[in-house]
């Protein structure tokens, strides 16, 4: 049998739970407006609203966030001309495939995944179905598009490696080579960003303290405020990465400072090697400034707009069908549903 050639395609989504924050910016969507503008045949990226509710969410926040998670990532350079924009749930493919592989997955696998074992903690017993089976819909998510590269952080990997899992058990069942074994994404000096307040602890929405994270919604000035408050050691700067070992907190700024930038961790030590925080910090903050203030600008204004941000969607939305609809046709053929 011959192998099949898939065209480059991308694809990645975000939960619209609220608060996106630095570390959504430079962990995924940095790189997302990066890959739109390289040598794939298309980008899709998603508002994973399916994903949101493996969770109570309030209804009206929920639509909120969606918005403004679009907003967030038309605001960061994500052009709806380049890329495709869409809301999970008004691609229906998604979950029609994702019962499909729900029957193809097993309950060993799904067992297997480190992230649902956080999330539910001791009350796994009394965590939604959705969230336990949450996998397979990103798995389905991924390969209704025969998405060829996914750009995540290293915590989603295992989900990635299952996807492939689940491809590829698909394509065997049933002696076919119809789904890609994609290739998980996984790079940049600042893919996980931690807290300003514990350079140890992801930075996360979660956090009782808002200054700990940046939100993309801060403007100048509180975005300059957390970064000369962050949490810091007395210790100069070194000038090579290795200096930065067991500096938890020294570490994330400079990782910050370099993604922001767009340089590596050693070119930005070569430049401020040597320098203490009270020199740093205010560099941290005219950078930060200059980079994210704009995007919390452009958010408010597409906000003021919900109809604007709406029309993306749909427009995205019915472009996303077009990929969607063939390749699920094809998945019942492959299994013999009638049609």
């Not at 050639?5 to 619209?16: D, E």
């Not at 390289?38 to 990226?45: G, N, S």
């Not at 229906?92 to 903690?121: S, Y």
Request: with cysteine; charged share 25%; aromatic share 6%.
């Amino acid at each position: 049998m011959t192998t099949p050639t898939f065209p480059p395609r991308v694809f990645s989504g975000i939960q619209p739970s609220g608060d996106l924050h630095l570390g959504n910016y430079l962990g995924a969507l940095q790189r997302f407006v990066r890959m739109q503008d390289e040598a794939y045949e298309q980008t899709v990226f998603c508002m994973v609203d399916l994903h949101a509710i493996t969770v109570w969410q309030d209804p009206k926040e929920l639509a909120h966030s969606t918005r403004e998670l679009a907003a967030g990532f038309i605001a960061s350079g994500l052009s709806p001309e380049k890329s495709i924009l869409i809301n999970q749930s008004q691609v229906p493919e998604h979950a029609q495939l994702a019962w499909i592989f729900n029957c193809v997955a097993r309950m060993g696998w799904m067992q297997r995944m480190t992230q649902f074992k956080d999330k539910a903690g001791k009350n796994a017993e009394k965590a939604s179905l959705g969230l336990f089976a949450y996998p397979a819909l990103m798995a389905a998510d991924i390969l209704i598009y025969h998405a060829t590269h996914v750009p995540v952080g290293e915590d989603q990997k295992q989900h990635l490696e299952l996807t492939r899992d689940i491809a590829a058990k698909f394509n065997h069942d049933y002696g076919v080579d119809f789904f890609p074994l994609t290739e998980p994404v996984i790079e940049g000096a600042a893919t996980r960003v931690m807290s300003l307040r514990d350079g140890t602890k992801k930075m996360s929405k979660s956090d009782p303290s808002d200054a700990s994270r940046i939100n993309m919604t801060d403007d100048a000035d509180a975005i300059a405020k957390k970064i000369r408050k962050a949490k810091t050691d007395p210790d100069a700067l070194p000038s090579e990465a290795k200096g930065l070992e067991q500096r938890p907190e020294a570490r994330n700024l400079v990782n910050i400072y370099a993604a922001l930038s767009d340089q590596s961790v050693d070119q930005v030590l070569a430049e401020v090697g040597g320098q203490q925080f009270g020199a740093f910090k205010p560099m941290l903050a005219d950078l930060a400034v200059a980079k994210l203030s704009p995007i919390s600008t452009e958010m408010a204004r597409l906000m003021a707009e919900p109809d604007e941000i709406d029309k993306i969607l749909a427009r995205g939305a019915a472009q996303a069908r077009e990929i969607t609809a063939p390749i699920l046709q094809k998945t019942y053929d492959i299994i013999g549903m009638v049609r």
